[in-house]
């Protein structure tokens, strides 16, 4: 039994944490020039407040305090800006010392070694992730790259309408299938080989849950990160389940590597693909495992999701599917399918694949970026390291800006040069300034491509009997936006 004087000392060490919480609410207090937000809680700060969907209430705030708000989630000061002007200040004005990140704590690699191997987590966008960024623009996603690419694209959507028609009159969850496409699409470029099955998971040895597991376990809501004294604990045990989802995934990936060093030392390599690129440029497997785990995980879930969200809003919404067959089978007339070339010149289908990312934009806080410097924003303070969200959900929902926010109105693009390249703050589902998706140029291929050929080739109907208006629609909020129930649906052939 602990003696008295035991349990005198004790106390002082349960108290730590609140005793450097109340300092640093202290030294925070000095700055007197914070953005609004509600009134903080002690200790927690703002974090029941934040709720099940953030994007909602954060949009929410914006309309009671202003279009640039603070708030407290545990230590951690948190800015998030909802207007197209504080969009701009964010990432144009003061893109440079706003543009850094928190590593969340569940990620296992320590920051040095994230900012030499890294393009999501690099701290703070020094020169090894500036190489990085330029090796991707270039040798991936350059005009030129994905136009020597289309026949592999096109091929892996063909490979999907095939699949698709074998299954006629059969319920397909069409996230999955998509999600098994794009990412066959994205590793054909990386390793020249297919990672998914359509049919059987047990097939690629759940490649495809590894790669969503990495992404969910990276976003979700971590203690750790709210209360950084807490960090080596790992409270909810996400460290621990991240390192053996990267563990599993490495693993997968690590023969591939071994071959292809083998053929290369044997002088029988003849694959052109990004590994070539790498090994060329002497990467190690470690930073190879990790460019390629970001890119498969990032590109894959946030193309199914801008699918599944516009083939979802085109079958509600029957004039729009309507308008979209009809420019197919006026452009594809001398056609047996969608060509990515003539998919450029489709208007309407182009203004689709805008509408769905504006109501339902992949990331609608983008992910999070961190002050290196303390700046001013609006005559308000940002002070070092808080970390800041633009929501441009909430942007895109406004209704001072959109007519109708709330409805999938195609037309709206007809008239508009407006796009989705960082140059207009009102439209910025991919972000801007140096922490733009990388991949832009890639989805913006590849969403028209699937969706066109989901659209041509099949009519579609709901398991049930049900009828369109019976679709739901409900969000589920994560790094990516997706749908709370799958899009499940009966393909019927057309001729």
Partial sequence: MAQPFEILFLVPLFLLPLIIFIFKIFKSSKITQLPPGPTPWPVIGNIFHIGKMPHITLTNFAKTYGPIISLKIGTKCLVVGSSPSVAKEILKTHDRILSARH????????GSDLDTTSLGWNSGG??????????????????IVLESQACLREKKVMELVEFLRSKEGEVVNIGELVFATVLNMLSNVLISKDMANFDNETEDGGLK??????????????????????GKLDIQGLRKKYIHVVTQFCSKLEPTLEERRNSRENGSSNQQDFLETLLDNNFTNDRIHQLFMELLSAGSDTTTSTIEW??????????????????????????????????????????????????????PLLLPHRATETCQIMSYTIPKDAQIMVSVWAITRDPSIWEEPEMFRPQRF??????????????????????????????????????????????????????????????????????????????????
């Fill in 126 to 143: 020094n020169s090894r992730w500036r190489y990085l960024r330029t090796l991707c623009k270039t040798e991936l996603f350059s005009a």
């Fill in 103 to 110: 590593v969340p704590n569940a990620v296992p690699s320590k």
């Fill in 209 to 230: 849950s590894l790669v969503r597991g990495i992404v969910e376990l990276a976003a979700a809501p971590n203690i750790s990160d709210f209360y950084p004294i807490f």
């Fill in 310 to 363: 516009a083939l979802a809003e085109l079958i509600k919404n029957v004039e729009s599917m309507k308008k979209v067959r009809e420019e197919l089978e006026i452009e594809l007339s001398d056609s047996d399918y969608p060509k990515e070339s003539q998919l450029l010149q489709m208007s309407y289908v182009q203004a689709c694949v805008k509408e769905t990312l504006r109501l339902h934009p992949p990331a």
């Fill in 414 to 495: 007809l008239s508009s040069d407006m796009d989705f390249k960082g140059n207009d703050f009102e439209f910025l589902p991919f972000g801007a300034g140096r922490r733009i998706c990388p991949g832009l140029p890639m989805a913006a291929i590849e969403v028209p491509l699937v969706l066109a050929s989901l659209v041509h080739f099949f009519d579609w109907e709901l398991p049930h009997g049900k009828c369109t208006a019976e679709l739901d629609m409900t969000e589920k909020f994560g790094v990516t936006l997706q749908k709370k129930e799958p899009l499940l649906l009966i393909p019927k052939a057309r001729k």
